[in-house]
C-alpha cells in the first residue's frame, strides 16, 4: 500500500532501483534509458518510474538531498516495497586533484560528520559500506564500457555550506576521494533491513582546482555513471 511519501502499489516498484537525488535525473533517465517507463510516484515532486533495462525490470526514484531525505525513501523502499538493490547515481565534490570534472567514483565506504547511527543505538561506531557483489559488478560493468573509475572511501556529510571552509582538507588527508550528502544513510539502512547498496558518483565540482558544472550539466550529462548502474539490474 501507499506510503506517506510513495504512492506506488505493491509490485509498482522493481527490486533493483537507481537512486537520484535530483528528481529530474530520475525523469531523465527514465525518459532516455527505460523501455516502457510509468511513472509510480509524484509525491512531493520526487518523481519515481519503472521500466525495462535489456529486457529486465528497473525502477529510478529521486530521494531528494541529505541523510534524513534518503534515509526515508530507502527504508520504505526497502521495508514496504520489498527493493533489494538500491544504487545511488548521484554527484559529488572531489577532495582530491587526480579525481577530476565527469570522473566516477564508487564508495567502498562512506565516512560521515552525521549522527545518523545513533538511531540505531549501536555500542560503538558503525562503519557505513557498499555491498561488496554490487561493487564488483560495477566495477567489471566500467571496465567493460572502458570507463575509468575511482574505487575509495567517500564522505557523506551533513553540511554543504561549513564555517569552517577548510574541513575537507582534514578528510582529504585520510584519503576520503570526494564529499557528497547521502551514501552513508543508506548504507545503514540497507545494513540494517538486509538489502544492497551501493553509490555509484560522478564528480561534479572539484574543492581543490574549483572547477565546476552546470546543474543541466548535473541532470542531463553525467551519463556513464547511469550505464553503470544500470547494468546491475541485468542478472
Request: net charge negative.
Amino acid at each position: 500500500m501507499p506510503t506517506a511519501h510513495i504512492e506506488a502499489r505493491p509490485g509498482d516498484i522493481a527490486e533493483t532501483i537507481l537512486l537520484p537525488g535530483d528528481p529530474l535525473r530520475a525523469r531523465f533517465i527514465a525518459e532516455n534509458f527505460l523501455d516502457g517507463a510509468v511513472c509510480y510516484n509524484a509525491v512531493r515532486g520526487m518523481l519515481g518510474y519503472t521500466g525495462t533495462y535489456k529486457g529486465f525490470p528497473v525502477s529510478v526514484q529521486g530521494t531528494g538531498m541529505g541523510m534524513p531525505s534518503i534515509g526515508i525513501y530507502s527504508h520504505e523502499l526497502i521495508s514496504v516495497y520489498g527493493v533489494r538493490n538500491l544504487i545511488r547515481v548521484g554527484s559529488a565534490g572531489s577532495l582530491q586533484e587526480n579525481v577530476r570534472i565527469r570522473d566516477i567514483v564508487l564508495g567502498v565506504a562512506a565516512s560521515t560528520n552525521s549522527r545518523y547511527a545513533h538511531n540505531f543505538g549501536l555500542p560503538g561506531t558503525f562503519a557505513p559500506c557498499a555491498d561488496f557483489d554490487l561493487l564488483m559488478k560495477a566495477r567489471a560493468s566500467a571496465d567493460a564500457m572502458g570507463v575509468s573509475v575511482h574505487t575509495g572511501n567517500i564522505l557523506s556529510s551533513d553540511v554543504f555550506y561549513d564555517d569552517n571552509a577548510d574541513a575537507w582538507k582534514l578528510w582529504a588527508k585520510m584519503g576520503v576521494l570526494a564529499v557528497e550528502m547521502e551514501a552513508a544513510a543508506l548504507y545503514m539502512n540497507a545494513a540494517r533491513l538486509g538489502a544492497k547498496a551501493l553509490a555509484i558518483l560522478t564528480v561534479s565540482d572539484n574543492l581543490v582546482t574549483h572547477e565546476l558544472t552546470t546543474s543541466e550539466e548535473r541532470e542531463k550529462t553525467f551519463t556513464d555513471m547511469m550505464k553503470i548502474a544500470l547494468e546491475l539490474a541485468v542478472k
